[in-house]
């Protein structure tokens, strides 16, 4: 199957046409954030304070890459482990983020939130950090630079590949993909 | 005596670094390839072109295959006729690791204490350090980056002998199941039995260092591997866990002997990335 062609912010209308099982490649800006800049945010929405980036739309790619060489926009980008995001993904959507990559398992109340606020989660290649580098044509840090490769970046992508996991109907390709497979 | 100065073990090591996060084994690369004749989800194959592309650039580009550049795991052998001057071996190997994962833009994946600070110590260093005394006037440097995601999928359980065979493999397969598509599968599973607590996981951990699809030497445990592997590849998981039939590349298992009363069990599992090197000095 051909891969979708989806353009960065996401309106309620693009994450409800996605459905589990999906290849899409992202143009547009994503954000960067993982443990310790989720964890940043959520004290300032638990402060009622302002977010450094508005979430309204975008997506959040959870990755930490290796330091860019000379002449590299960035280093190895591939996704981390989403899981440990669990506890905050919530709180993003409630904010207005509409989509996440990473790689792995999410747990229940995060696929019961990417349907209450129409979201969602999509897997990068875990471990193909050189080859989605070259997607990635500028890096910039916007927010907590003192996190280094945790610092929220906000990066400019062309068709960077993603597979939907969890879409916003309650589908999950990791639990039917296997089902297909198993003998 | 053969004197071997501590700056030769660093110029190595920071070598070892760079060279492993770079360029993906013969091993590995085969299995891949192979993978991808007997893969039957279009996805899952998908993902294995991905992969070997993507080992391809880091290859062509000297860039890292994954961005997780792993804690340094050593396993050294030491031959007790070699004299090492001018500092201590874990001197030696951190000064290596520092210097090689500066030059060669890895990322550093260290905090220095687990559970209050978490501060990155900038250098990738500690080491984790394993060493053996061996006969003769080598050393044996056998290195192993070792990615987060991975190895928090791996564990250790304390089995009754009485579980046998079936309750080895139940324990691996099982686990594996569990751990399922976080890992970045296809994967490479190393399998402890035997010894104790401790010695099991520094077992299955040794495990991973096998170029990747070489059976154990003996052949009860070598048919235990392929076994163990046709069960998990059974579960349909499949690249990525996306769905299809290669969740694991290969299965490796060490032993030990055991205590009368135990039968110590460890997983410690490997990702596509499975970078490991060894050099002879
Ligand atoms: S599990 Fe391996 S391939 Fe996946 S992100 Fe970690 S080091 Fe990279």
């Known amino acids: ?163 939907v996991i969890n879409d916003a109907y309650g589908n999950d390709l990791y639990a039917e993909g296997a089902k297909a497979y198993a003998r | 005596m053969r004197e071997l100065a501590a700056s030769t073990i660093s110029d190595h090591v920071a070598e070892m670094c ?50 997780d550049t792993g804690f340094a795991i050593f396993f050294v052998e030491w031959g007790h006729e070699v004299h090492l001057t001018g500092g201590t071996l874990e001197e030696a190997i951190n000064a290596g690791v520092r210097r090689g994962y500066e030059e060669g833009y890895l990322r550093k994946s260290v905090v220095t204490d687990p559970l209050y600070d978490r501060k990155n110590t900038g250098d990738n260093t500690p080491a984790v350090i394993y060493t053996d005394l061996v006969p003769g006037d080598r050393v044996k440097i056998s290195f192993a980056p070792k990615g987060g995601g991975s190895e928090n999928m791996s564990t250790v359980k304390m089995l009754k002998p009485s579980d046998g065979e079936a309750g080895v493999i139940d324990f691996v397969v099982n686990h594996v199941k569990a751990a399922g598509p976080n890992p970045c599968p296809p994967i490479v599973v190393g399998v402890g039995i035997g010894g104790t607590f401790d010695k099991v996981a520094v077992q299955a951990k040794k495990a991973l260092f096998r170029p990747v699809g070489e059976p154990n030497p003996d052949s009860r445990f070598a048919e235990l591997e392929k076994t163990i592997l046709g069960k998990i590849n059974d579960l349909g998981v499949g690249p990525q866990g996306f769905g299809g039939r290669t969740f694991a590349l290969a299965v490796h298992i060490e032993t030990y002997p055991s205590h009368i009363a135990s039968m110590a069990a460890a997983v410690n599992i490997n990702c596509h990335a499975a970078r490991h090197l060894e050099r002879i000095i």
């Open chain 1, 1 to 163: 199957m051909e891969p979708k062609r989806i353009q960065a912010p996401l309106t309620d209308e693009d994450v409800m046409s996605l459905k589990a099982g999906d290849n899409v490649l992202i143009n547009g800006v994503i954000f960067t954030a993982r443990d310790a800049a989720h964890k940043k945010l959520v004290e300032l929405m638990d402060q009622g304070e302002p977010l450094p980036i508005d979430l309204t739309g975008q997506f959040i790619y959870y990755v930490g890459p290796t330091p860019a060489k000379p002449g590299q926009a960035i280093g190895s980008a591939g996704p981390t482990t989403s899981g440990r995001m669990d506890a905050y993904t919530p709180r993003m959507l409630e904010h207005g983020m509409k989509a996440c990559i990473g790689k792995g398992l999410r747990s229940q109340v995060v696929k019961d939130a990417l349907q209450k606020h129409k979201g969602v989660y999509l897997a990068a290649v875990g471990g193909a950090g050189a080859l989605l580098s070259k997607k990635i044509k500028k890096s910039e840090v916007v927010a907590y630079p003192e996190l280094g490769a945790e610092a929220i970046h906000r990066l400019e992508v062309e068709d960077f590949p993603a597979t």
């Open chain 2, 18 to 67: 760079q060279e492993a996060n770079i360029y993906l084994g013969e091993d590995v690369f085969k299995a891949l390839r192979k993978s991808l004749e007997t893969e039957e989800s279009p996805t899952g194959k998908e993902v294995l072109k991905q992969l070997i592309e993507n080992a391809e650039i880091a290859r062509n580009e000297q860039t890292p295959i994954c961005q």
